[in-house]
C-alpha cells in the first residue's frame, strides 16, 4: 500500500480515494471509501488503454461477473463505470496479505495448513463454479488471505496491451504456470482448468517456488504440457493431491468437491496458527488519518458525469501519511492481534469519517430522529418506558448521536443449550475494550413482536453516598447482515458496522432507584453516518442473531468505547 500521488485524483465516481492498493499492466487498484462508509478498492483502467476494445471487453465481462458472483470467497461488487472513461469498478476491501506475497516473505507452508488452504480454496471454487463462472486466472498473487478466509479476486481479467502483460488476441487466458495444457493448446476453459490452477497453486504454497520453474512464458507453458509438477520435498499424501489436481487430462482431474474430500480436513482454515500469523503480513490501513487528512476532504459535489473530477487536495497529505504509518506501526508493535483485519482494517479501526456522498440529511439535533422526526425526550421513552435525563453535572454531555464511523469486531452468539437460547443466552466472540465503573453492569434484551427491549443498570450503583458522576453509554444495535439503508433490505454478507445506535444516555440517570434503564429498537435507534441519519430497520427485516454493544461516549461522536456486548435472536 503507498500514499497517493499528486497524479491521482481525488475521487472516482463518489468514491473518496485514500491510498494506492497495487498496479498492473490494466490499471491502477485504490483503497478508496464509499459515500456510505464502506472500505471499496477500485480499479480503474489506465487511459492509454481505454481505446482498446478487448481490453474494455475483458474490463466490462469481470464487473458482470463479480456482479453475478454472490459467493463468500468473492468480494462483492459495490459500483462502477462501464459505459464511458475513466472506466471502473470497486469491491469489497478485503484486508490480508496476497499468498504470492505471504509465501515470499515467509516460504513454505506446513502440509497439513496447505490441506486446509487447499480445502478452502476448492470450496471457493465450488461456489463460484455454482454460478456457471469459472475464475481462468487462479494464482497466488489473486487470493487474499483475510481473517476469515481466502477470497478470489480478478477474474480473468486482461493485464494491459502490447508489451504490457495484457493477453494478446490468440493468447491462451490466465498466467504460464497456472494454466491448464487444455487452455494452452485447445482454448478450452472449464472448471477442470481451475482445479489445474488450484493444484499449481497449491505446488507453490507447499514448496515455495514456481510449479513449473521459471522463464519466458513459452518455456514454462511447455512444461505445463508436458512435464510433472515440481513438488520435490512435499510431504507424499499432499503431493499426491497436487499431482491428480494438474493431470494433463482434465477428464482425470478431481472435481472441487472431490479436492475438499481429499484435503480430509476436520478444522477450520482460521483456526490454523500458521495461516492466521500470515494475515499479520498485510499492511494495517491508517484510516483515520487517511480519511480526516486525505484528498479532498470533505467531499464536494462534482458535476454530473465528471467521472473523477474532484475538490484540490491538501498539500499536507504525504505527512499525514507519514505520521499514520507510525501510528500504526506502534499499535502493531502494542497489540498485534488487534490488526487482523475482517474486512479492511484493524480490530478498532475507524470505518469511515465524513468525505463521500452528498449528504442530504444532517445528523439529527437534540431531540430529533431520523431525518428531522420527532425522537422520544430523555425523560420518557417512545414506548412509555421512562428512560433517564441526560444529566448536567461532571462531564460533559456528548452529542446526541454517534457517528458509525468503525469497524465492529463483536459477533454475539446465543448457548448452544436451547433452553438457555430461548431466554436470550450466549456470549460474544470478544470481551469489551473498557470496565465499565461500578461493581457489575448488567444488560437484558427482551424481543417482542417487531419490537426489542434492551436494559441496562451499573448494580448496586445505589448504594453509594452520592451520585455518581455522569457516565454516558450508547447501545449499539447490529444486524447479523450488512443492510440497505436506502430500501431495509440484508446483503448476503456479513455485518461488521457499528450499527444502528441510541442517544447516549447518562448509566446513573435513575440513582439511586437502581432501576433498569430502559430503550426500544427500532424507535429509538439510528444510523449516523457520514453526515447523514438513517432510521433503525425492523429486526425481523433480517431474522438471526443480532449483536448489542454498550459503548462508553465521551463528548465527540466519533469517540466511544465499548464496556460490554450481548445480543438477541429473532426468528
Known amino acids: 500500500m503507498e500514499p497517493l500521488r499528486d497524479t491521482d485524483p481525488a475521487y472516482i465516481g463518489t468514491h473518496a480515494l485514500l491510498a494506492r492498493l497495487g498496479a498492473g499492466g490494466m490499471g491502477q487498484v485504490y483503497l478508496g471509501r464509499s459515500p456510505g462508509g464502506r472500505l471499496v478498492a477500485v480499479k480503474v483502467v489506465r487511459e492509454e488503454i481505454t481505446g482498446h476494445p478487448e481490453a474494455l471487453a475483458r474490463f466490462r465481462r469481470e464487473a458482470q461477473?463479480?456482479?453475478?458472483?454472490?459467493?463468500?470467497?468473492?468480494?462483492?461488487?459495490?459500483?462502477?463505470?462501464?459505459?464511458?472513461?475513466?472506466?471502473?469498478?470497486?469491491?469489497?476491501?478485503?484486508?490480508?496479505?496476497?499468498?504470492?506475497?505471504?509465501?515470499?516473505?515467509?516460504?513454505?507452508?506446513?502440509?497439513?495448513?496447505?490441506?486446509?488452504?487447499?480445502?478452502?480454496?476448492?470450496?471457493?471454487?465450488?461456489?463460484?463454479?455454482?454460478?456457471?463462472?469459472?475464475?481462468?486466472?487462479?494464482?497466488?498473487?489473486?487470493?487474499?488471505?483475510?481473517?476469515?478466509?481466502?477470497?478470489?479476486?480478478?477474474f480473468g481479467i486482461a493485464r494491459g496491451v502490447g508489451a504490457t502483460e495484457l493477453t494478446q488476441d490468440g493468447q491462451a487466458p490466465g498466467t504460464p504456470g497456472y494454466t491448464a495444457p487444455e487452455v494452452l493448446l485447445?482454448?478450452?476453459?472449464?472448471?477442470?482448468?481451475?482445479?489445474?490452477?488450484?493444484?499449481?497453486?497449491?505446488?507453490?504454497?507447499?514448496?515455495?517456488?514456481?510449479?513449473?520453474?521459471?522463464?519466458?512464458?513459452?518455456?514454462?507453458?511447455?512444461?505445463?504440457?508436458?512435464?510433472?509438477?515440481?513438488?520435490?520435498?512435499?510431504?507424499?499424501?499432499?503431493?499426491?493431491?497436487?499431482?491428480?489436481?494438474?493431470?494433463?487430462?482434465?477428464?482425470?482431474?478431481?472435481?472441487p468437491a472431490e479436492v475438499i474430500r481429499l484435503c480430509g480436513v476436520r478444522d477450520a482454515l482460521v483456526d490454523d496458527p500458521v495461516y492466521t500469523a500470515l494475515g499479520a503480513l498485510g499492511e494495517p490501513v491508517p484510516l483515520h488519518e487517511m480519511r480526516t487528512q486525505g484528498p479532498g476532504y470533505p467531499y464536494v459535489p462534482t458535476q454530473a458525469g465528471s467521472g473523477a473530477a474532484g475538490p484540490a487536495r491538501p498539500a499536507s497529505r504525504r505527512t499525514a501519511w507519514a505520521v499514520a504509518a507510525v501510528a500504526v506501526t506502534a499499535a502493531l508493535a502494542l497489540a498485534a492481534w488487534q490488526l487482523l483485519p475482517l474486512d479492511g482494517g484493524g480490530g478498532r479501526d475507524e470505518q469511515a469519517r465524513g468525505g463521500g456522498g452528498t449528504p442530504s440529511q444532517s445528523p439529527a439535533a437534540p431531540g430529533?430522529?431520523?431525518?428531522?422526526?420527532?425522537?422520544?425526550?430523555?425523560?420518557?421513552?417512545?414506548?412509555?418506558?421512562?428512560?433517564?435525563?441526560?444529566?448536567?453535572?461532571?462531564?460533559?454531555?456528548?452529542?446526541?448521536?454517534?457517528?458509525?464511523?468503525?469497524?465492529?469486531?463483536?459477533?454475539?452468539?446465543?448457548?448452544?443449550?436451547?433452553?438457555?437460547?430461548?431466554?436470550?443466552?450466549?456470549?460474544?466472540?470478544?470481551?469489551?475494550?473498557?470496565?465499565?465503573?461500578?461493581?457489575?453492569?448488567?444488560?437484558?434484551?427482551?424481543?417482542?413482536?417487531?419490537?426489542?427491549?434492551?436494559?441496562?443498570?451499573?448494580?448496586?450503583?445505589?448504594?453509594?453516598?452520592?451520585?455518581?458522576?455522569?457516565y454516558y453509554v450508547s447501545v449499539a444495535v447490529r444486524s447479523p447482515h450488512d443492510l440497505d439503508l436506502e430500501t431495509g433490505k440484508p446483503f448476503k454478507v456479513d455485518n461488521k458496522s457499528v450499527g444502528f445506535t441510541s442517544k447516549p444516555i447518562d448509566i446513573y440517570g435513575k440513582w439511586p432507584s437502581g432501576e433498569f434503564l430502559s430503550l426500544k429498537y427500532p424507535d429509538d435507534f439510528a444510523d449516523h453516518t457520514a453526515g447523514k441519519t438513517y432510521p433503525a430497520v425492523p429486526a425481523t427485516n433480517d431474522p438471526g442473531d443480532w449483536t448489542l454493544v454498550f459503548y462508553h461516549v465521551e463528548d465527540d461522536p466519533t469517540k466511544y468505547t465499548s464496556i460490554g456486548c450481548s445480543g438477541f435472536r429473532v426468528g
Open 368 to 470: 430529533q430522529g431520523p431525518a428531522g422526526s420527532p425522537q422520544p425526550s430523555a425523560s420518557s421513552g417512545s414506548s412509555g418506558t421512562a428512560t433517564p435525563a441526560v444529566s448536567t453535572g461532571g462531564a460533559k454531555p456528548p452529542a446526541p448521536y454517534i457517528e458509525n464511523n468503525q469497524i465492529s469486531h463483536y459477533f454475539w452468539k446465543p448457548s448452544a443449550d436451547p433452553e438457555m437460547a430461548a431466554h436470550g443466552v450466549g456470549q460474544c466472540n470478544l470481551p469489551a475494550e473498557q470496565k465499565p465503573p461500578g461493581a457489575d453492569f448488567q444488560t437484558t434484551a427482551r424481543v417482542s413482536g417487531n419490537s426489542t427491549t434492551i436494559e441496562m443498570r451499573i448494580k448496586y450503583a445505589e448504594m453509594k453516598p452520592t451520585k455518581p458522576d455522569p
Open 186 to 255: 485447445k482454448g478450452e476453459t472449464g472448471a477442470a482448468a481451475d482445479v489445474f490452477a488450484l493444484g499449481a497453486t497449491l505446488a507453490y504454497a507447499a514448496t515455495g517456488r514456481p510449479p513449473f520453474g521459471t522463464g519466458v512464458a513459452s518455456t514454462v507453458g511447455y512444461r505445463a504440457v508436458h512435464e510433472p509438477v515440481d513438488v520435490l520435498g512435499v510431504e507424499p499424501g499432499l503431493a499426491a493431491l497436487i499431482e491428480a489436481c494438474v493431470a494433463k487430462d482434465p477428464a482425470a482431474r478431481p472435481t
Open 65 to 154: 461477473t463479480v456482479r453475478a458472483v454472490r459467493s463468500a470467497y468473492t468480494a462483492n461488487l459495490i459500483d462502477a463505470s462501464l459505459e464511458s472513461a475513466p472506466f471502473w469498478l470497486a469491491t469489497e476491501y478485503v484486508a490480508g496479505p496476497t499468498l504470492g506475497n505471504a509465501i515470499g516473505a515467509r516460504g513454505a507452508l506446513p502440509p497439513q495448513t496447505c490441506r486446509r488452504l487447499g480445502a478452502a480454496l476448492a470450496e471457493g471454487l465450488a461456489s463460484v463454479h455454482a454460478y456457471g463462472v469459472t475464475h481462468r486466472d487462479l494464482k497466488p498473487q489473486n487470493v487474499i488471505l483475510g481473517a476469515q478466509g481466502p477470497q478470489l479476486i480478478d
